[in-house]
């Protein structure tokens, strides 16, 4: 069961938008509906933003999607804020309950 | 609003047992929806899943954990907890609990705080 992968950090201008990926394999991401990823601010606790590759829980804002293609499954987040700046780790499920995420993406706002 | 807290030793020596227990409030940790699991993030390293558990006590561990964990369930206390044995410099992380929805979709939707164990001597 090896670690999803990002990209290790991701940058953008307020108002941009960037895209981060999440890459697996037909075991994980591409075997499953089962999609997610967090926003993780320090000293915080992780944050769902998408789940089931492209659902909001409440309260997220609508500038946060996801996607799937394959085995790669894609975070787009729209109009950046300054307070989007955090570092976002997706996750899969991987059958039998097993659960894999990736090395996480550090996203900047210039 | 559900809350997750975790406590245990902030320090545990090498080939000792690392502890630690998460207390559940607002929700009911017998709720058939829902298994409880334990993520960790090494210092400067992304998250690793440790393992689930369901009420019943049913878990599913890491492959590359599964020969040093054991996660167990108090339902009484509203709690469940985490050993790892024989741990190593390595095992030096911050250690989370989250509630897992099993039913249907699968995400962890409600996090603790995360609490700091170190491995030294």
């Known amino acids: 069961q090896s670690a999803l992968t990002q990209p290790p950090s991701a940058s953008g201008s307020p108002g941009q938008s960037v895209t981060i990926s999440c890459t697996g394999t037909?075991?994980?991401?591409?075997?499953?509906?089962?999609v997610s990823w967090y926003q993780h601010h320090p000293d915080k606790a992780p944050k769902l933003m998408i789940y089931e590759v492209s659902k909001r829980p409440s309260g997220v804002p609508d500038r946060f999607s996801g996607s799937k293609s394959g085995n790669t499954a894609s975070l787009t987040v729209s109009g950046l804020q300054a307070e989007d700046e955090a570092d976002y780790y997706c996750s899969s499920y991987a059958g039998s309950i097993y659960v894999v995420f990736g090395g996480g993406t550090k996203l900047t706002v210039l | 609003q559900l809350q997750l807290q975790e406590s245990g030793p902030g320090l545990v020596k090498p080939s000792e047992t690392l502890s630690l227990t998460c207390t559940v409030s607002?929700?009911?940790?017998?709720?058939?929806?829902?298994?409880w699991g334990w993520i960790r993030q090494p210092p400067g390293k992304g998250l690793e899943w440790i393992g689930n558990i369901y009420y019943s006590g049913s878990t599913y561990y890491n492959p590359s954990l599964k020969s040093r964990v054991t996660i167990s369930v108090d339902t009484s206390k509203n709690q469940f907890s985490l050993k790892l044995n024989s741990v190593t410099a390595a095992d030096t992380a911050v250690y989370y609990c989250?509630?897992?929805?099993?039913?249907?979709?699968?995400?962890?939707?409600?996090w603790g705080q995360g609490t700091l164990v170190t491995v030294s001597s």
């Open positions: 607002g929700d009911s940790i017998s709720s058939t929806s829902y298994y």
């Open positions: 989250a509630r897992f929805l099993q039913l249907g979709p699968k995400y962890f939707d409600y």
């Open positions: 037909s075991s994980d991401i591409g075997g499953y509906s089962h």
